[in-house]
DNA sequence: GAGTTTGAAACT
DNA sequence: CAGTTTCAAACTC
């Protein structure tokens, strides 16, 4: 499953996302099912939930004369705050495009003559000649050919809530607004195809209302996969847990027969406030996402983006959940969570998630059965548990998201990534359905714990880990997880959670600050719950070697996939770089390899063929590691995410987060950090004497010197390859082939003797020349000629040796 | 390879 | 936050 390609992602600058860029879907089909979408230069913006407190922008426009995709925002925040659009009466946005660019967005917003808008808390509605329904917080602009939607107010949302039936959701109050899931394939933007099912907008369907007809809308890739059909209906099957996080917003679409004009939804984020309304700070923001209807619905063309439970009305003040790598912190982005049904005709997906932003646990689940986009897996379970989740959570104060990818068919790992920072966490979790009680103390499950199902993972697990930097995780047996009671379970939905070991209550790593390439396994020595946090790289090490067996438990599923994730820029370098590049191993005496000073501590590894003394960075010391990764998290929170990263704009694409402080080095030499990164000091360097500019000269004496010493090695390299092949096609050549029946002769009749003899040949010959004075160039012919007559003799020579010695060996 | 230099990290 | 110490890498010889 491709999920937000990790290295887009960390390829996005923090910066980026201001708004997403809006591409075409060149074409798909509009009755839902086979959609043949045509990959597209890259709309492959990863999704984005986030919303930074800044405003959300969804933009919906619709091409009249291209064929068009059906844009699916899925918005399963598991936190909260999703898109209130609840198709129906009064819960319900419709939006009827004409061919003109619709964009809802937070922002200040003139609604238009031309829309007309239904606000899902309130039931008023807007209309206008374009025929457009949006809800309240939807503005539309008909100048601008754009409809803003705005956010609900949190007041509106908790009324909804309560209207619904079910409790507004509490969770991290600040700051989460929006949750959005994108379903699609990396790079790809997320196309929902609105199927002909004729349902109307305007139909009420509320949380209690599970019979009210539903909309559903097809996502599809743009490669036309077709990822897999949303339900918002409640009667889904959906968990408590569900019903409670899960928000979506749906598509419904009414088609007309005769219509044929495109709709065109783009999906924008906006992740800067910047100039924005005070009101666009509430703003959800869904980014990224280009959708393209492509059914030939004539215009006006009615979609109906609805929600199936009010209660989960993204509107509760405070909430973010970000998509994508943004500087807002306690952001989740939820990725690609796209999967088929198994069998339902009418497919439909919940794809709840719980997120405890800002605090330390993360837990992403699905109703549906789904398969990883990219990977094939086979659903052999009636569970409906997707086997792995994808989810990005956004950093705490950074622009570090994290991704559950999938793993394989097996539902018992979850891999949390931080693209861009090399952060890889996977959560070891089983299908088991024990259940147990959450520790109320425990203040990373707060925020989930309402009402949400946790399930424990007692059995073993063996992972499939993609590692940030391409090194295939294999298997990793976890320890037997500790204290069953801290885990709650649901029955339903195998929501998995993964908690803190309990040992180590105090050091639970947070999944936003974990050191680059952590895994998450069980913690040793614990029985039943638990972690470890393991360095991807190790784990990869321990595919390569054996399984390391880390749990008492031997039920592990033969998961055999095993995934190689996208390689991520670290620290300004591509992932293939730094893969291809070993690491160097450390010399640590004095720091136990568990301070900064130690590279492999700092970049999130353990220590391996090293040098160093008396090491604590391995498996064997995760307690001291896990107490090490908290003192360094506490000292400095940013202490784990990579040093080199966006620069402002206008600067260089790469600059040192902090700076360097060099004071004599110039920054000339690999002291300076700056220097060592191959990038320039900006200003936010401390330096002393600068010199690592872009107009120092010494600077320029020194790449050129650099650029010279690469390519005199280059050369030699080329040359020594060159070489060696010569030497070795020689040696093709002249290998003596006796025992051929044809071919080259032996090159060992070519003696020194023989050699010998050719030049008293040839020198007899030009003595003849000169005593019979001839002309030079009659003597080089008589020369020549001699050596011909030799050449012809050692042949002759060589030839009948040949046949001798065949017939002697026959 | 030993010793020195350097600047980040850690400490006070 | 600033000054000092510790540390390991970078560098020099």
């Known amino acids: 499953m491709d999920v937000v390609s990790p290295e887009l992602n960390s390829l996005l600058p923090d910066e980026i996302m201001d708004t997403e860029a809006i591409e075409e879907v060149p074409h798909s089909q509009s009755d839902g099912s086979a959609v043949q979408s045509e990959p597209t230069h890259d709309t492959s913006v990863p999704m984005e939930t986030d919303a930074p407190m800044s405003s959300e922008v969804l933009s919906i426009y619709s091409n009249a004369t291209s064929v068009e995709h059906i844009q699916t925002v899925t918005t399963s925040a598991a936190t909260d705050s999703t898109l209130s659009v609840i198709p129906g009466s009064q819960s319900s946005i419709t939006i009827s495009t004409s061919p003109t660019l619709f ?56 009324e909804a809530a309560k209207a619904a039936g079910t409790p507004p959701q509490v969770i991290k109050q600040e700051g989460q607004k929006l949750l959005v899931t994108a379903i699609g394939k990396t790079g790809q933007p997320i196309v929902l195809q609105l199927p002909h099912t004729g349902n109307k907008p305007g139909v009420s369907q509320t949380s209690g209302d599970t019979k009210s007809p539903t909309p559903q809308f097809k996502v599809v890739t743009i490669g036309g996969r077709e990822l897999k059909p949303v339900v918002g209906s409640p009667g889904n099957q959906m968990t408590t847990l569900q019903a409670q996080q899960l928000k979506t ?15 065109k939804f783009i999906i924008t984020k906006t992740v800067n406030s910047k100039g924005l309304s005070p009101q666009t700070s509430v703003t959800p923001v869904i980014a990224g996402r280009v959708m393209t209807q492509t059914s030939p619905v004539m215009s006006p063309k009615t979609i109906t983006l609805s929600e199936p439970h009010n209660t989960t009305i993204s509107s509760i003040p405070g909430k973010k959940i970000a998509i994508s790598p943004l500087k807002t912190p306690s952001k989740v982005t939820v990725v690609s969570v796209a999967s088929p049904t198994s069998n339902t005709s009418q497919k439909s997906v919940a794809l709840p998630v719980s997120v405890a932003l800002g605090q330390q646990i993360l837990a992403v689940q699905q109703s549906t059965p789904a398969s990883p986009v990219k990977v094939a897996t086979s659903q052999t379970t009636a569970q409906n548990i997707k086997p792995v989740q994808s989810v990005t959570v956004g950093g705490v104060g950074g622009s570090q998201f994290k991704t559950i990818i999938p793993l394989a068919t097996q539902p018992n790992v979850q891999q949390i990534q931080v693209p861009g920072s090399r952060f890889h966490y996977v959560r070891l979790v089983t299908a088991t359905t ?37 090194q295939t995780m294999k298997q990793v047996a976890p320890k037997p997880l500790t204290s069953a009671p801290q885990v709650v379970t649901t029955s339903q939905t195998q929501q998995r959670l993964i908690m803190p070991a309990t040992p180590l209550p105090q050091i639970q790593p947070n999944f936003t600050n974990l050191p680059p390439g952590t895994v998450l396994a069980s913690a040793p020595g614990g029985s039943n719950v638990g972690y470890a946090v393991v360095p991807a790289q190790y784990v990869t090490q321990l595919q390569q070697s054996q399984f390391v067996t880390l749990a008492s438990s031997s039920s592990f599923p033969a998961s055999s996939s095993i995934q190689t994730q996208a390689k991520l820029p670290y620290n300004g370098v591509s992932a293939a770089e730094t893969t291809s590049r070993p690491r160097k191993p450390c010399n640590c005496t004095k720091s136990q390899c568990l301070k900064l000073y130690c590279d492999c501590f700092a970049n999130g590894e353990f220590c391996s063929n090293c040098n160093c003394n008396n090491c604590f960075n391995n498996l064997e010391h995760e307690t001291e590691r896990l107490k090490a990764i908290k003192t360094c998290l506490d000292r400095n929170p940013e202490a784990f995410k990579p040093k080199i990263g966006k620069g402002k704009e206008g600067e260089s694409d790469r600059r040192h987060s902090k700076g360097c402080n060099c004071k004599r080095s110039g920054c000339l030499k690999n002291y300076c950090e700056c220097y060592e990164a191959k990038i320039m000091c900006s200003s936010i360097c401390k330096c002393v004497g600068c010199k690592n500019f872009e107009e120092s000269p010494e600077r320029k004496t020194l790449m050129h010197l650099a650029d010279a010493a690469e390519v005199r090695v280059q050369q030699q390299t080329a040359a020594k390859t060159k070489l060696s092949s010569q030497i070795s096609d020689l040696l093709m050549r002249t290998t ?25 040949c040839l020198l007899e010959q030009a003595k003849r020349a000169e005593q019979t004075h001839q002309p030079q160039e009659e003597a080089e012919r008589m020369i020549l000629e001699e050596f011909g007559h030799c050449l012809m003799s050692i042949i002759s020579s060589a030839g009948k040796a040949k046949a001798d010695c065949a017939s002697i060996n026959c």
Do not use: W
């Open 736 to 760: 003596p082939i006796i025992s051929s029946g044809g071919g080259r002769l032996p090159y060992t009749f070519v003696t020194k003797e023989v050699l010998e003899a050719t030049c008293e």
């Open 434 to 470: 024990a259940s147990a009680a959450i520790q109320p103390g425990a203040p990373n499950t707060s925020s989930v714990a309402a009402g949400k199902p946790l399930v424990v993972n007692a059995g073993a697990v063996r992972m499939s880990v993609p590692v940030v930097q391409a």
């Open 249 to 263: 917003v749906q598509i419904p679409k009414n088609t007309p027969a005769s219509s044929a004009a495109p709709i």
């Open 103 to 158: 964009t809802i967005k937070p922002a200040l917003v003139t609604s238009t003559a031309t829309t007309k808008t239904t606000d899902s808390v309130t039931g008023t509605t807007v209309s206008t000649s374009g025929m457009q329904k949006l809800t309240t917080p939807f503005a539309i602009s008909a100048a601008n050919h754009q409809i803003i939607l705005n956010k609900l107010a949190s007041s509106q949302a908790t």
